[in-house]
């Protein structure tokens, strides 16, 4: 979205959102994808019992 592009940490909180809502897209390229892994890894830092409940990528996230 454009807002998004305005900054890169607006970037990541909008990224964040749609992970914590679960309306990510169905086809998931390399960029989100490293930006999801980098979101996950910076929440297990602070709290390692942190869940991601995701409906389209629990799985993904679980094998990681």
């Keep these: 979205?454009?807002?998004s592009q305005s900054t890169a940490s607006e970037d990541m909180a909008?990224?964040?959102s749609h992970l914590m809502y679960g309306n990510l897209p169905n086809k998931?390229?390399?960029i989100l994808e490293?930006?999801?892994d980098f979101?996950?890894?910076a929440l297990l830092?602070?709290?390692n019992s942190f869940i991601l409940w995701l409906k389209?990528?629990?799985l993904q996230l679980?094998?990681?």
């Design 34 to 36: 490293k930006k999801i």
């Design 28 to 30: 998931i390229d390399p």
């Design 39 to 41: 979101i996950k890894d």
């Design 14 to 16: 909008e990224v964040f």
């Design 62 to 64: 679980l094998k990681k």
């Design 45 to 47: 830092k602070i709290d």
């Design 56 to 58: 389209k990528l629990k």
């Design 1 to 3: 979205s454009e807002y």
